[in-house]
């Protein structure tokens, strides 16, 4: 197995990964809460610990990977009270959606995928050996807190100190609520649809209990590597681990990963400025890959900002791959020697340079300038002369991009049909009618039947201001997307 090393929030630094089964990786990621369509910053996280997992699965690893549905909170019951249908109702269409989404950018299903309310025996088990060890405390309004002085390493996630976490007034512990920086472990509540009998009254569980109760569940008492957006360590990954260990008398997760922050033209994306991408929206425009490729093009723990530009330079980049695997497929179709050859053509220096940046905090941006380079030196191949030799290669080539891309779930479709859909989306996104394109190429043609040279490079130089770029070929000729390299 290769060595991974790995930023991890808990000793803010890099790591070498040694997963407690050896053989065995165990992940946790914070899944959304679902009272509302899911937009591309939900989609940061997903696609990020994707690649994680296949890339960990690529060298060998067996993964268990839990994401959850947070389906009970304040959000999801005053939404679905708006609408008049019920928690569970709401709950069903918003995870049907995102599954949809999920499909769409191409993110596998977690291998669990727990609801917070199937769980919650198990989040009531937890609090109980919170009560028995002394961490948690039932008030006389029926709530139930976690008791943050009695863990002395509390905040060293955050690196957060108690003192610090004062406010300095009193006034805020309502109740028999001992201290102002207790949480609720469990609220008294009766709503219809989203609460619960527990020995302390009929309730709903505190948001930070309900993932340690699902990690526990699905994972154990200890695992390997618990991830989520940066955003949720504190207060919420703080918690958890408090409540996990306090509860468990061990280790909780060994490393914490975090993904970065994402804002649209530098902006922080809210649904109130009127800046929020919704992932259905962005999939009508392009496929799931230009998401993909748009956000591994950024290391996950980078913040990243995303532009009108930045989607385009990503479905013209995509294009370029498509076109490029398009070709090499032809180049390769006149391999005629036997099979057990191709082995040996592998271009092994592009493999190891993709493990030596994922080997490296999973650093899809160096990796996919590594397979940049590869491609251009492929689409050399298209001005060789065709010999087997050549046919060897190409197929080799396409080989290997279809393997590391398959780790960054990319490129794993038929070219063509692809290429088609892809250059009708971007020429749409540009304003460009496809007919007008094809009109012109067919008066070139035209042009050029007459001999009319002058005529033809006039309607070429016409396409080209468009931002359309032709190829000649024996077989007529075709257009794509005029796309100057910004590396
Ligand atoms: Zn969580």
Redesign the pocket.
């Known amino acids: 197995m290769r060595e991974i090393q790995l930023y991890n929030t808990l000793s803010g630094k890099k790591e070498k990964f040694e997963p407690l089964d050896p053989s065995h990786v165990k992940l946790y990621a914070?899944?959304v809460t679902v009272y509302d369509d899911c937009h591309i910053g939900h989609a940061m996280q997903a696609i990020y610990f994707d690649v994680i997992r296949s890339y960990l699965e690529y060298i060998g690893y067996k993964v268990t990977y839990v994401r959850?549905y947070?389906d009970v909170d304040d959000k999801i019951i005053k939404r679905s009270q708006d609408r008049g249908i019920t928690p569970k109702a709401l709950v069903d269409e918003i995870i049907a959606s995102s599954e949809r989404d999920m499909q769409g950018l191409g993110v596998r299903p977690a291998t669990h995928e727990p609801r917070v309310s199937e769980s919650i025996p198990e989040i009531i088990d937890i609090i109980k050996d919170l009560e028995k060890n002394g961490y948690a405390y039932s008030t006389s309004e029926g709530d139930v807190y976690y008791r943050v002085r009695k863990k002395a390493d509390y905040g060293k996630l955050s690196n957060r100190k108690t003192e610090e976490l004062q406010s300095g007034t009193r006034d805020l512990v309502k109740g028999d609520k001992e201290d102002e920086l207790d949480f609720a472990l469990w609220k008294k509540d009766d709503v219809e649809g989203a609460s619960w009998d527990s020995p302390w009254g009929r309730g709903r569980p505190g948001?930070?209990i309900?993932?340690s109760a699902m990690a526990k569940m699905y994972l154990g008492k200890s695992f390997d590597i618990h991830g989520?957006g940066r955003d949720?360590v504190f207060p919420?990954?703080e918690n958890?681990i408090a409540q996990s260990e306090a509860a468990n008398s061990c280790a909780y997760s060994t490393y914490w990963m975090h993904s970065g922050l994402l804002t649209i033209n530098k902006t922080k994306m809210s649904k109130s400025l009127g800046n929020q991408i919704l992932t259905s929206k962005f999939l009508q425009r392009f496929p799931g890959e230009v998401l993909r490729l748009a956000y591994l093009q950024n290391h996950y723990t980078s913040n990243v900002d995303f532009s009108e530009q930045v989607f385009r330079s990503a479905a013209q980049r995509l294009l370029y791959f498509y076109e490029t695997m398009r070709e090499l497929d032809i180049i390769a179709q006149a391999v005629t020697g036997p099979v057990a050859l191709l082995s040996d053509h592998k271009p092994k220096d592009l493999i190891e340079a993709f493990h030596r940046e994922m080997t490296n905090d999973f650093g899809t941006v160096g990796a996919l300038r590594d397979i940049l380079i590869a491609f251009r030196k492929a689409n050399e191949l298209r001005k060789g002369k065709k010999s087997p030799a050549q046919a060897h290669t190409a197929q080799a080539y396409t080989e290997v991009f279809r393997e590391l891309f398959g780790v960054f779930g990319m490129l794993q479709a038929a070219p063509e049909s692809f290429i088609q859909s892809l250059k009708s989306k971007i020429v749409s996104d540009l304003g460009i009618e496809e007919s007008k394109i094809e009109s012109l190429i067919a008066d070139r043609k035209a042009a050029r039947d007459a001999k009319d040279w002058a005529r033809g490079d006039e309607l070429r130089k016409e396409l080209t201001e468009m931002g359309i770029e032709l190829m000649d070929g024996p077989e007529g000729t075709r257009w794509t997307i005029l796309w100057k390299e910004e590396v």
């Open positions: 914070c899944g959850n947070t948001w930070h309900e993932c989520g949720l919420h990954h958890e």
